[in-house]
C-alpha cells in the first residue's frame, strides 16, 4: 500500500534539535544533535538496554521537562510550552502505547480502549467512543463486551492499549517496545496493524524495539548508544 500523500497526511513531523536530558544527579542520560522524521513516516529506535531509547520516547511525548533543545511537532515546539499547553497537546495529538499495558483490569476492551472519554469535554465523547470501538474492530477485537481485561491475552491486552491510543485519532504515535512480551505469531499480527497505522492512515509513528521483524518495516531507524545517537536508513 502507498504511503498517503502529503497533502492527505495527517501526521506532524518530527524535527529535533540539540536534545540533552540529564538526570536528577547531573548524568547525561542522552544528547542529540538533530532527528528529523517527516509527517507520516516511521522510525525505529534501537539500541542496547539502558541506552536512553525509552528516555528519547518520553522526551518526545513531552513527559520530561528538566531538557534542553528543541521537540518540534509540526508547527508546535513541545519545550517551549507550559506543563498544561504540553498536557494539552498530548491529549490530542499523541497516542502513547508504553510497555506496561495499564489496562483496568476491571472494565471490558472498550471501555478501556474509550478511556479518553471520561476525561474529554461531553461533545467528544460519543466520537471518542465511536473511534474506540472500531480500531478494537480493526484490531480482531470487536463484540467482546462482557469481557474484562483481565481475560484477554498479552496480544490482545497490547491491542487494546493500541486502540486506545487511537481512540482519540493521534497525529502521533509513540510506543515502547510493542512486541516484548508477545509470541512471535501475535508479534507479527501487531507489527502489520502499526505499520498500517502509517502507511495507510498517514501517522507519524516512533516505536522502540529490540524486534528486527518490526524495526525492519519501519521507514527509518536509528540506534542509540550509551545516549548517544547512530543513524541509518533503510530504503
Ligand atoms: N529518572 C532517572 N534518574 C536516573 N537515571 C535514569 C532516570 N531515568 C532513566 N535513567 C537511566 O537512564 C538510562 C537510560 O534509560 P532508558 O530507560 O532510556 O534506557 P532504554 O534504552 O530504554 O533501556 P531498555 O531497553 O532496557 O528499556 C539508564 O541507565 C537508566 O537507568
Known amino acids: 500500500m502507498p504511503a498517503t500523500a502529503a497533502s492527505e497526511c495527517p501526521g506532524l513531523a518530527l524535527s529535533v534539535t540539540d536534545l540533552r536530558v540529564a538526570a536528577p544527579g547531573g548524568r547525561l542520560l542522552l544528547s542529540l544533535p538533530g532527528l528529523d522524521l517527516p509527517a507520516g513516516r516511521s522510525l525505529a529506535v534501537r539500541g542496547p538496554s539502558g541506552a536512553g531509547k525509552s528516555t528519547l520516547l518520553h522526551a518526545l511525548a513531552g513527559l520530561l521537562t528538566d531538557v534542553e533543545g528543541a521537540v518540534r511537532w509540526g508547527e ?3 519545550l517551549s510550552l507550559t ?19 495499564l489496562l483496568f483490569e476491571e472494565l471490558g476492551a472498550e471501555a478501556n480502549a474509550a478511556l479518553a472519554a471520561g476525561f474529554a469535554p461531553a461533545s467528544q465523547r460519543a466520537a471518542i467512543r465511536q473511534r474506540a470501538r472500531s480500531a478494537l474492530d480493526r484490531l480482531g477485537l470487536g463484540g467482546t463486551s ?4 483481565a481475560s484477554f491475552s498479552d496480544g490482545e491486552r497490547q491491542r ?9 485519532d493521534p497525529a502521533v ?10 509470541d512471535r505469531a501475535a508479534a507479527d499480527r501487531l507489527i ?9 492512515d498517514g501517522r507519524t509513528l516512533v516505536v522502540v524495539s529490540h524486534d528486527p521483524a518490526l524495526t525492519e518495516r519501519l521507514d527509518q531507524s536509528v540506534e542509540i548508544v550509551d545516549g548517544h545517537l547512530r543513524e541509518g536508513h533503510h530504503a
Request: aromatic share 6%; glycine share 4%.
Open 76 to 78: 508546535t515546539d513541545l
Open 173 to 182: 504515535i509513540l510506543a515502547d517496545e510493542p512486541t516484548a512480551s508477545l
Open 160 to 168: 487494546i492499549a493500541i486502540a486506545r491510543a487511537l481512540a482519540h
Open 192 to 200: 502489520d496493524d502499526l505499520v498500517a497505522l502509517s502507511r495507510e
Open 83 to 101: 506543563d498544561p499547553a504540553r498536557a494539552a497537546f498530548r491529549r490530542a495529538r499523541v497516542g502513547l502505547v508504553f510497555q506496561d499495558f
Open 146 to 149: 462482557g469481557r474484562l481485561a
